[in-house]
């Protein structure tokens, strides 16, 4: 029997997140285990008038990739990835890893060279989803490789994804609505400041968004969403925060990240696991160590960690940073081959103020 919720799924990504239009080209970029969603999809933009395009992969496609390509194959950009995203209209992505520890051995060194080889293709995301010429979001198919991640069975996993969509509503495109009118309000608070200080048992930390925009992330780009993010002005940054969470990467698990922060770059680093990755990703490029993203998480009915940046990141009461690219849509100029986001939470004795003025505290706004 078909889950309706992957019906109403599709209706999310289509009506909400890239509203797509007669004339549309789509990239669907999924691997085989999500095919319910992609034929869903793949059905609503033909309905739609759009021209859907499938870009298939296996599940295992990355692994095998690492296992036996050579440089030159590893510095190959995509041929269809990078003309779909310098020249089509929309692209909705859906992670449907089965294994999602796949390239936790992956020698670190050839997991830089593959970044920097597909960073025209990030970089061309974030130039012309800024200019309104090309609609991008991404989400999640439940499998059982994420439900092992998340420390659930797949059926309890498939009830926490669709709920955090909201695809079990009558109507979750009038929720999303309500929330991007929910978090206008914090975005409006928010406009025309300058200083934040970041202070908690896990941050000291300050920095600049002055000449910033905000963005209400409300789903258009991420599903599920519910965020309220900027690019800090790159040179701002001046302290010390330890990520309370797991910061995740190409599937590589860093634990107990610790990051000193001098005019805005990455002045000392430390993991208590996975250090030789983390400081491989550092080096990736001159932008590596700089933050691209300053943000915080709205979404209170996220109440799990799943060891997926998609959902954790947006868990109500915690705050994320992220190495590297920035939007450039807030503001951001930094530039890089990666954009790492780590989670920090902000529910203990913690508190963030914006221009003198405590707008936040024990992970709740207070305005």
Not at 21 to 49: F, H, N, Q
Request: negative net charge; aromatic residues 10%.
């Amino acid at each position: 029997m078909a889950d309706i919720r992957i019906e109403k799924l599709a209706h999310i990504l289509i009506d909400h997140s890239t509203r797509i239009a007669p004339g549309d080209r789509v990239a669907i970029e999924a691997t085989s285990a999500a095919e319910p969603l992609v034929r869903a999809l793949y059905g609503l933009i033909l309905e739609k008038g759009g021209h859907p395009h499938v870009l298939l992969e296996l599940p295992d496609q990355d692994e095998l990739l690492f296992t036996h390509a050579k440089d030159e194959q590893l510095d190959f950009i995509p041929t269809f990835r990078k003309l779909a995203y310098d020249q089509f209209e929309s692209r909705i992505k859906v992670a449907s890893a089965t294994n999602p520890r796949a390239l936790t051995h992956v020698d670190p060194a050839r997991q830089k060279r593959r970044q920097k080889a597909i960073a025209p293709i990030l970089e061309a995301q974030m130039r012309r989803g800024a200019e309104k010429a090309f609609k991008w979001v991404s989400t999640l198919y439940p499998t059982e490789g994420y439900a092992m991640e998340a420390e659930m069975s797949l059926r309890n996993f498939e009830d926490f994804v669709f709920r955090a969509c909201h695809a079990n509503e009558d109507d979750p495109l009038a929720y999303w609505k309500k929330v991007e009118e929910k978090q206008r309000k914090i975005v409006e608070h928010l406009d025309g400041r300058s200083q934040v200080i970041l202070y908690g048992p896990n941050v000291d930390l300050t920095l600049s968004i002055k000449g910033r925009k905000f963005i209400n992330a409300s789903g258009a780009n991420n599903m599920p969403d519910g965020e309220v993010f900027t690019g800090p002005v790159e040179e701002s940054l001046n302290g010390w925060i330890k990520f309370t969470y797991p910061a995740i990467y190409t599937g590589v698990m860093v634990e107990g990240v610790e990051l000193t922060f001098s005019n805005g770059r990455v002045t000392q680093a430390k993991a208590e696991k996975n250090q030789p990755f983390l400081m491989e990703m550092l080096e990736s490029d001159a932008g590596a160590r700089y933050v691209g993203e300053f943000a915080l998480g709205t979404n209170y009915e996220i109440d799990h960690f799943s060891h997926n940046i998609l959902f954790d990141e947006k868990i109500g009461g915690t705050l994320h940073l992220a190495l590297g690219a920035g939007y450039p849509e807030t503001g951001s100029r930094n530039k890089s081959s990666i954009h790492w986001d780590m989670i920090c939470g902000m529910n203990e004795e913690a508190d963030i103020k914006v221009d003198g003025e405590v707008i936040y505290k024990n992970g709740q706004f207070t305005f």
